[in-house]
C-alpha cells in the first residue's frame, strides 16, 4: 500500500491473496472485512465488469454467505 498506493492493481491482488489466506487459517472475520476493502477499493478502480472484481466480489459473498450459515448452527 505504502509503496504502490491502496488502489493499485497489484496491492489489491496482495489484498486478496492475504484475505485468502487468513480464511484458510480460520481467521474469518478478519478475512471478511479485508476482502470488504478489497472489493470496494476495486469498485473505485475498476469497471464493473472487470474480472478481478468479479472474482473478488464473488468470493466475498460466498464467505459472507458461509459465516451466516455457520453462525445460524451455532445458535
Known amino acids: ?13 496482495s489484498m486478496n ?3 485468502c489466506t487468513q480464511k484458510s487459517l480460520g ?3 478478519e ?3 479485508l476482502m470488504r476493502e478489497c472489493v470496494q477499493l476495486c469498485q473505485q478502480r475498476f469497471r464493473p465488469n472487470h474480472p478481478n472484481l ?4 464473488a468470493a466475498l ?3 459472507e454467505a458461509e459465516h451466516a450459515v455457520a ?3 451455532i445458535v
Open 1 to 13: 500500500k505504502t509503496k504502490l498506493g491502496v488502489d493499485h492493481p497489484s496491492t489489491l491482488t
Open 17 to 19: 491473496n492475504l484475505a
Open 27 to 29: 481467521r474469518e472475520v
Open 31 to 33: 478475512a471478511i472485512q
Open 54 to 57: 468479479l472474482s473478488f466480489s
Open 61 to 63: 459473498a460466498q464467505w
Open 71 to 73: 453462525n445460524l448452527a
